[in-house]
């Protein structure tokens, strides 16, 4: 694989994971006196404020990577698998435990006085994006690694390609000189 369809790849699988971050995460309700009353849908930038930044992180890394030399590139991208693989252990041990205390602002100004003397059975509903949304960032963060591992070999092109692409030089006519060609140019 070449330098330009790995960090291609890498690109997407980052965009495509800040896609899905922006997706419908968690729904909450609580009961009512008769039902359930919605008190929201919430993305999971809102819900867990520091995938975004990590996200975007690894996003400015691997562009970072696209138009580094060696020592720079593999900087970026393993800050950029680093970032990925934090990201997703921050946020799936917060998923699997339904902790929404982020969205404890949003949840007061939407229920008033509830919130501060307790809101009785709240239900928290996970969505399947959190679930896409890790298992594209395992795949960025694999990616990448898999990425560090060939880069050897982009070097190696880098430096054959580089000859490869060089124009040859052009031979002198025979019996030319510089003297010869200003005699010709005057005339």
């Known amino acids: 694989m070449n330098k330009s369809k790995t960090l291609a790849l890498a690109l997407a699988l980052q965009l495509l994971s800040l896609l899905l971050l922006t997706q419908e995460w968690v729904a909450v309700s609580m009961a009512g006196e008769n039902d359930s009353v919605s008190l929201g849908n919430f993305d999971g930038a809102t819900t867990y404020p520091v995938a975004m930044p990590l996200s975007l ?13 060696r020592f720079t590139r593999i900087s970026a991208m393993s800050l950029a698998a680093i970032s990925n693989v934090s990201a997703m252990a ?18 007061d100004r939407l229920t008033g ?6 809101i ?8 399947t994006a959190p679930w896409m949304w890790s298992a594209t960032v395992a795949v960025a963060a694999i990616w990448l690694g898999f990425g560090l591992v060939w880069q050897k070999k982009w070097q190696r092109q880098e430096k054959t390609d580089r000859y490869a692409t060089a124009k040859p030089l052009k031979k002198k006519a025979a019996g030319t ?6 005699d010709s140019q005057r005339d």
């Open 57 to 69: 992180f690894a996003l400015a890394a691997i562009v970072v990577s696209a138009i580094s030399q």
């Open 90 to 107: 921050i946020i799936l041990s917060q998923v699997t435990t339904k902790s929404i205390s982020a969205l404890d602002p949003q949840l």
């Open 113 to 118: 006085i509830a919130n501060t003397h307790g």
């Open 120 to 127: 009785k059975d709240v239900t928290v509903s996970i969505a």
């Open 177 to 182: 000189s510089t003297i010869e060609i200003w």
